[in-house]
């Protein structure tokens, strides 16, 4: 069985500001982890994976992400936030049990002050 | 662009009707899986189609069902629908072997 918790449903940031957004995981298979980010009426964009390689991922739009097994962890992060950056965001785990369906947490949605 | 497009991108639909979600992938995507979105929450896995066979369920009734065909294409259909149905469906792709998948933008429905 997988789960994720997204800590915090709602994030708020000033522009230029770091960018935390917290997600543990759980999962009785080695896991893949993945967040994903939402756009109003969009589909889901992939920001960026782990698939067991370096446990410091880096995505696009400079953000990145740490996975820490001992924590069950992987926290996106970004060092200076832009007003682009306000949307809803989802971690997601998948892990071979006869397919890679994900199970995704609620979201975060961050918003960033001017 | 993820190379998965959805139809149509909004659809109103009438309680205890019944309705079907399309989704074409690009080719080389053999595996196709779709979620539901209610509003305010993350998606929640429906099924996923491999190679045109189901290969894995959510905890969704059998009134939702679907099927995959051999031009990547795929259809979710969903019958008796009921006011707790209304959200944003999507339909994902995904190449052979691989963990990554590309999404679609979604189609909203409203049951009414």
């Known amino acids: 069985a997988q789960s994720v918790t997204q800590l915090g449903s709602h994030v708020s940031v000033s522009e230029g500001a770091l960018v935390l957004l917290r997600c543990n995981y759980s999962?009785?298979?080695?896991?893949?982890l993945f967040w994903y980010v939402q756009y109003p009426n969009q589909g889901l964009q992939l920001l960026l994976k782990y698939t067991s390689a370096a446990t410091l991922v880096k995505g696009i739009n400079g953000f990145e992400a740490e996975f820490k097994k001992s924590e069950t962890s992987f926290h996106l992060t970004k060092p200076s936030a832009h007003m682009s950056d306000a949307a809803e965001y989802f971690c997601?785990?998948?892990?071979?049990?006869?397919?890679?369906?994900?199970?995704f947490g609620k979201g975060t949605k961050l918003s960033v002050i001017p | 662009e993820t190379g998965v497009t959805q139809s149509p991108t909004h659809l109103i639909k009438t309680r205890g009707q019944q309705v079907t979600l399309r989704c074409s992938s690009q080719s080389g995507h053999n595996t196709v899986s779709w979620y539901q979105q209610a509003l305010g929450q993350g998606p929640q896995f429906i099924f996923q189609?491999?190679?045109?066979?189901?290969?894995g369920r959510g905890n969704f009734p059998p009134r939702f069902s679907g099927l995959q065909f051999p031009n990547y294409s795929s259809e979710l259909n969903v019958n008796a629908l009921e006011l707790d149905d209304s959200a944003l469906y999507l339909c994902?792709?995904?190449?052979?072997?691989?963990?990554?998948?590309?999404f679609g933008q979604g189609t909203r429905l409203t049951v009414v």
């Open positions: 997601a785990v998948s892990g071979w049990a006869g397919s890679y369906q994900l199970t």
């Open positions: 994902a792709g995904q190449g052979e072997g691989s963990t990554e998948a590309f």
């Open positions: 189609y491999y190679r045109e066979e189901e290969n």
């Open positions: 999962s009785s298979v080695p896991p893949y």
